[in-house]
């Protein structure tokens, strides 16, 4: 048959192979991947607490070193946080604006204090701060956040057991406010910080947009390839001027195409 001696019909399959190809990569940002070494942020301001008959007790640095063991896999996995030691506050908002964190966790002075008045007819839980830096990266930030937030909830549950198991080995019977406090020993803050745009589609923005500008581009060279080829070119500066306005079209059609992808975010 002479159709089967049409290169093109032995070049369609490759092709359409090429083509899924090339529209396959552009599905790789969106696949959900599993965090390594996030670098998250923790700035300890526990002043610690001291008791009578008793030395100085720094609460948080038990969580702490309990957090750092269990953050690295028996398996010999690399983590999914990598814990960054930050001092002070002006230090991590810096840190934050660089975009050296995708999150941090903020220990307020008075935490060990507060820790302890739980067990105290007057208790007062311990507030943390959480923070979200979204514009670093809307997925790998919002891990972060879980990650953190399944923290504090672990912590939080430690904490109740243990005063709970305390209450019940002196046969003592709880207040109403030391119950309502048991509720969340713990109180956490959380704030996002270099928030993403309302119009933004949570952060997906660049990703839900970059399928259509790629097909955008895939046609306009098309058609710029056809518009050249079917042009009458009788001499090489014809072929010189054809080539030199293929080129410039390009440009102008990635020019308006960026233009309008940062308009869309």
Not at 32 to 47: T, W, Y
Not at 163 to 173: K, P, R, S
Not at 183 to 190: Q, R, S
Not at 232 to 244: F, M
Request: glycine share 6%.
């Amino acid at each position: 048959m002479k159709v089967l001696n049409n290169k093109l019909v032995w070049v369609a399959p490759i092709l359409a192979f090429v083509v899924i190809f090339i529209f396959s990569l552009t599905l790789f940002p969106s696949v959900q991947v599993k965090p390594k070494n996030l670098p998250v942020a923790i700035v300890n301001e526990d002043q610690g607490v001291e008791l009578p008959n008793q030395p100085k007790r720094n609460i948080w640095q038990t969580f702490l070193d309990t957090i750092e063991q269990t953050a690295s896999p028996a398996s010999g996995e690399e983590p999914a946080v990598k814990w960054v030691k930050v001092d002070g506050m002006e230090e991590l908002q810096a840190g934050l604006d660089n975009q050296d964190y995708y999150a941090a966790l903020v220990i307020p002075a008075d935490f060990s204090a507060k820790q302890v008045s739980l067990s105290s007819p007057a208790p007062e839980s311990p507030e943390v701060e959480i923070f979200i830096n979204q514009g670093m990266n809307t997925a790998a930030s919002t891990m972060a956040g879980q990650i953190l937030n399944g923290i504090v909830d672990n912590m939080n549950n430690q904490v109740r057991t243990q005063i709970l198991e305390g209450f019940d080995a002196q046969g003592a019977t709880l207040s109403v406010k030391q119950a309502s406090s048991l509720v969340n020993p713990i109180t956490k803050k959380v704030t996002n910080v270099n928030e993403i745009g309302t119009h933004s589609a949570n952060g997906n923005s660049p990703i839900s947009l970059f399928q259509p500008l790629w097909m955008a581009s895939m046609a306009s060279a098309a058609v710029l390839f056809l518009a050249v080829s079917k042009s009458k070119i009788t001499s090489r500066k014809d072929n010189l001027a054809a080539k030199s306005i293929q080129i410039a079209m390009g440009a102008v059609v990635s020019l308006v195409g960026g233009i309008w992808h940062n308009l869309a975010r």
